[in-house]
């Protein structure tokens, strides 16, 4: 690398740091798990089982079943009756105790409708296991290993299924609400399959942990069928470091993190561009509402996500490189295609400033909508990228938000604890925005987006379809038919200065502390409360008061330079008000920063005669100002890793030290004429 490069990207780490604490600071709070290895890829998904069950799991109350089964088909009714009869006679009164009893691959269980609070295993740890050694987690449990887990299987989890191969878990009901398993907040998860592969979930409902309801840990093939999560802390469902995954036919709501969370999928296409064999988890037919995001996934690799429908949450989808301990960084070859997105416009942050969050969970009121965002999240966007690549976002329907459809941001790799220096600009590259439905519904009815697009502009080969709408830059690469081509492309190493500054306060965020930063709208600033308003309205009145002083001192006497002045007012003004969230993707910034550069322009004219050398570099800052606003506005300016924002950001500090000097040097005094002497009158004597 050569060393012009390694200044540039040793600058895009610290600058871009402070678009990493945006998620460094949330961070302690992710998903935290025992280090684990992905599967070996040699798996493959389950199918499902019609057969008679293995094993039966019921309650013994049968006035109370026929009650829950009266509105079922005949049918149904009849098979749940009969099997209530076996179960009574042989079945088993709780899940954990069915698990227990596998004792080969293949088997199945069968649940019959009721509510399974799994009483075994509710209390809290006992004995040896109420005193294991294991490292605790920034949110205070314990990461226990494999083998802590089978000693000590209810510590975290209402039912434990350790390594059971080709099991298969269904309810008997109706429908998914028909039998429903019930953490109470007393354990981090409701049910947990490690190191299980093959297992199948269906037609069941797990709710209310302090964690998640259904995880799948370091699993080769699962399938989560017609399966109902809600009310958790943090996740519906987590499947992590797993492979052979479907989901299908899902519902989750009312989770502090996100509905739906395939995190560190198998990372299978690390290395290949937008074709790939196969993916290794595949969501469909899946609802995902009024939670914290729909969707999310911290190293959501090879995830192939298709006719769901992600809606009312804060965030519709979210993609991330932004937390250590995640094999598969960074995130990349999502594939989201035919999915609706809309109206994620809910805000859950009053629930944290209010101390509704603070309250144990039991009295938080997840049951009546509450939701406490356990990180911190830009409300009313469709899809987030933070830090990913290859990610293809195709023919979805994206609307109704009151931020942005997609949001796009780069995360340096020392914030996932690689140092090396040729990684910290690896995201985002390569991710494709085409094709997609933005505005409006599926019947074609207009419902716009506050702004189509959001990007930090940083990384290289990244495009948008060239029907984009409001966007900000102003100026997009425009994404080409074949998967590749892409029109007016950038490759830069660092974001925009400005942007970078917002993420950094909005990253100040901690819901057990109850912080909620100031400055960024996210969290309801508006007007000269916002970090962006803040700082243009400092550059516009410094360089109204520097520029000033210096025409006064200077310039007043010229026509020339008070236009130019004028002109220049007018432009920061603009800027001022083009950095609220109603102006920000419109034309005024661009237009701003027109009329700045020209100002700055023709007060560099004035100034050749008496100030060459100062002249000059406002010449340059002119300069720069108009390619920055052909740079957002018009097309972004290739083979440059910085963007015009920075120099001409750079270069203002050295204009307004030398303007300073120069309007408070002392005016040369000019020599004075000396008066002619009095002509002799003629006739005078001499």
């Not at 989890?157 to 007393?186: M, P």
């Not at 979930?201 to 797990?206: E, G, P």
Request: charged share 20%; glycine share 12%; with cysteine.
């Amino acid at each position: 690398m050569s060393w012009t490069r390694r200044l540039v990207v040793a600058l895009s780490v610290v600058l871009a740091a402070l678009a990493a604490t945006l998620l460094t600071a949330p961070g302690a709070q992710a998903h935290e798990e025992r280090p684990v290895t992905f599967p070996d890829g040699s798996g493959s998904v389950p199918k499902l089982r019609t057969g008679e069950p293995d094993l039966l799991v019921c309650k013994t109350d049968r006035a109370d079943l026929v009650r829950r089964i009266s509105g079922f088909p005949a049918g149904l009714k009849a098979r749940n009756l009969a099997l209530f009869d076996r179960c009574v006679r042989g079945g088993h009164r709780h899940l954990q105790q069915a698990v227990d009893a596998v004792d080969r691959p293949g088997m199945t269980i069968a649940v019959l409708p009721g509510l399974y609070e799994e009483e075994p295993s509710l209390p809290p740890p006992a004995g040896a296991c109420a005193s294991l050694e294991a490292p605790t987690s920034a949110l205070g449990y314990q990461i226990l290993s494999y083998e802590q887990q089978k000693q000590c299987p209810h510590n975290q989890n209402l039912v434990a299924i350790l390594g059971k191969k080709d099991l298969q878990i269904e309810g008997t009901g109706a429908s998914r609400l028909d039998v429903v398993f019930d953490a109470k907040y007393a354990k981090l998860n409701a049910i947990r399959a490690d190191e299980s592969d093959g297992i199948y979930f269906r037609n069941f409902t797990a709710q209310r942990t302090t964690f998640n309801s259904l995880y799948v840990l370091a699993g080769d093939g699962f399938v989560i069928d017609d399966v109902l999560t809600r009310w958790n802390d943090e996740y519906g469902f987590l499947t992590f470091a797993s492979d052979h995954g479907l989901y299908k036919n899902c519902e989750s709501y009312g989770n502090g993190d996100s509905g739906i969370y395939p995190g560190s999928a198998s990372d299978i296409n690390n290395g290949r561009g937008y074709d790939v064999p196969r993916y290794s988890i595949e969501i469909t037919g899946c609802r995902s509402h009024h939670n914290m995001v729909g969707y999310s996934g911290t190293a959501g690799d090879s995830v192939w996500v298709h006719d769901n429908e992600f809606d009312h949450n804060m965030g519709g989808a979210s993609m991330d490189s932004a937390f250590p301990g995640h094999p598969g960084l960074p995130q990349n070859h999502a594939r989201f295609e035919r999915n609706l997105i809309h109206d994620n416009n809910q805000n859950y942050y009053p629930y944290v400033a209010d101390g509704t969050c603070a309250e144990p969970p039991v009295e938080r009121g997840y049951e009546r909508g509450v939701v406490c965002p356990q990180i911190s999240m830009p409300p009313g966007t469709g899809i987030i990228t933070a830090g990913g690549n290859w990610n293809l976002y195709e023919n979805n329907w994206v609307y109704g938000h009151q931020r942005a459809a997609f949001y796009l941001s780069a995360v340096p790799a020392f914030v996932r604890g690689e140092s090396a220096w040729g990684k910290q600009a690896d995201t985002s590259h390569h991710n494709r925005y085409a094709g997609n439905h933005l505005g409006v519904d599926r019947t074609g009815t207009p419902r716009p987006n506050r702004t189509d697009v959001w990007w930090d502009g940083q990384g290289g080969g990244n495009c948008w379809q060239a029907d984009a709408g409001a966007s900000s830059p102003g100026a997009l690469p425009v994404c080409g038919t074949p998967r590749g081509e892409v029109s007016g492309g950038s490759d830069r190493l660092v974001g925009e200065p400005v942007k970078l500054a917002q993420l950094l306060v909005c990253a100040d965020y901690d819901v057990r502390a109850r912080r909620l930063p100031a400055g960024c709208d996210w969290y309801g600033a508006r007007g000269i409360q916002r970090v962006e308003t803040q700082l243009a309205l400092a550059f516009a009145v410094v360089l109204a008061l520097v520029g000033g002083a210096l025409w006064w001192r200077r310039l007043r006497g010229s026509r020339v330079a008070g236009a130019a002045a004028l002109v220049g007012l007018t432009g920061l003004a603009l800027d001022v008000a083009g950095s609220t969230l109603s102006l920000a993707s419109g034309p005024v910034p661009a237009l701003a920063l027109v009329l700045t550069g020209a100002g700055w322009t023709a007060l560099g004219v004035t100034l050749r005669a008496e100030r060459p050398a100062l002249a000059w570099t406002t010449l340059s800052l002119g300069a720069l100002t108009l390619l920055d606003a052909f740079d957002k506005a018009v097309l972004m300016i290739p083979w440059t890793p910085l963007s015009p924002a920075w120099l001409r950001g750079l270069l203002a500090v050295v204009w307004v030290l030398w303007a300073l000097v120069a309007s408070s040097a002392r005016t040369p005094s000019r020599p004075t004429r000396r008066a002619a002497p009095a002509a002799t009158a003629p006739g005078s004597a001499g």
